[in-house]
């Protein structure tokens, strides 16, 4: 039960009374949701893992010219096209993710 309090209020008011938002990057919300998984986005996520020095981190919730940051990068690296899916999948996921985390109000 600790792990559903804690996402669902991981976002707490600020001294000012205006709502403090628990900001995720890209890597993080892979490595929470599929770090253990199993599956191409498991596999996607441990890629990204062992490749943590140099994997593109985009400030939390920044999207902006994120996603063709992130998609150069791994084209660069080889990626294959099943790699390329998981990503377009999971980049999608997160997006929503950020919208849904930004659009809640207390």
């Known amino acids: 039960a600790l792990p559903i309090y804690i996402e669902r209020f991981s976002s ?3 001294f000012d009374g205006t709502r403090k938002e628990n900001k995720m990057t890209f890597y ?15 596999d996607f996520a441990m890629d990204m893992k062992k490749d943590k020095k140099d994997f ?33 999948e999971c980049w999608k996921e997160y997006v929503v993710c950020v919208k849904r985390k930004s659009s809640r109000n207390w």
């Not at 593109?56 to 096209?81: E, F, M, V």
Request: hydrophobic residues 30%; aromatic residues 12%.
């Open 56 to 88: 593109p981190k985009n400030p939390p919730h920044k999207l902006d010219g994120w996603y063709r940051i992130i998609k150069s990068y791994l084209l660069k690296q080889g990626a294959c096209t099943g790699c390329m899916q998981v990503f377009e």
């Open 28 to 42: 993080t919300f892979m490595m929470r949701k599929y770090s253990n998984a199993e599956g191409g986005k498991h």
């Open 12 to 14: 707490a008011p600020s």
